[in-house]
């Protein structure tokens, strides 16, 4: 369920948000999450590509699977464009609503969590750091999970 605040005050001046009435995060994937999945795709490219390139130095002669390899690199970077491209969205959207789903995001923008919206960080505060970033994460996946089982 979404609600939209009309003039919603941020950094960037007044505009139309669309915000989660569960938590105040904007809808959709958070920036965090996206992250998640950039680093995932760019490890899987960076693996086919070595492959790739292992193959070649092992004089490994052209076949079916070494063309399969080649395009799936190819699109495995097509896929990594986007996903970076998507990420970026989300983490100008994220600072548009005056937040971040970030650990290291914008030290001047309130820190919420990625999954239940709860503050994590006042604007301008010190960052969380990765330990107890991963323990509030762990908690709010859980409750996050409870609640949707419950609904």
Not at 1 to 10: D, Q
Not at 47 to 72: D, E, H, R, Y
Not at 77 to 82: D, T
Not at 112 to 120: A, F, K, N
Request: glycine share 8%; aromatic share 8%; charged share 20%.
């Amino acid at each position: 369920m979404c609600i939209y605040a009309a003039s919603h005050r941020s950094l960037l001046g007044d505009s139309l948000v669309r915000i989660r009435s569960d938590g105040g995060l904007i809808d959709g994937a958070t920036a965090y999450q996206i992250t998640k999945w950039r680093y995932r795709a760019t490890t899987f490219m960076a693996v086919v590509g070595l492959t790739c390139l292992a193959l070649m130095k092992a004089g490994i002669p052209q076949s079916w699977f070494t063309n399969s390899l080649v395009g799936l690199f190819a699109s495995s970077s097509l896929l990594l464009i986007v996903v970076v491209n998507w990420a970026e969205s989300r983490v100008r959207a994220e600072k548009k609503a005056s937040y971040t789903t970030l650990r290291l995001g914008d030290k001047q923008l309130m820190q919420r969590d990625p999954y239940m919206g709860r503050v994590i960080r006042l604007a301008g505060g010190e960052y969380v750091d990765r330990r107890r970033f991963a323990e509030i994460l762990a908690a709010t996946k859980a409750d996050a999970l409870r609640l949707s089982g419950e609904q």
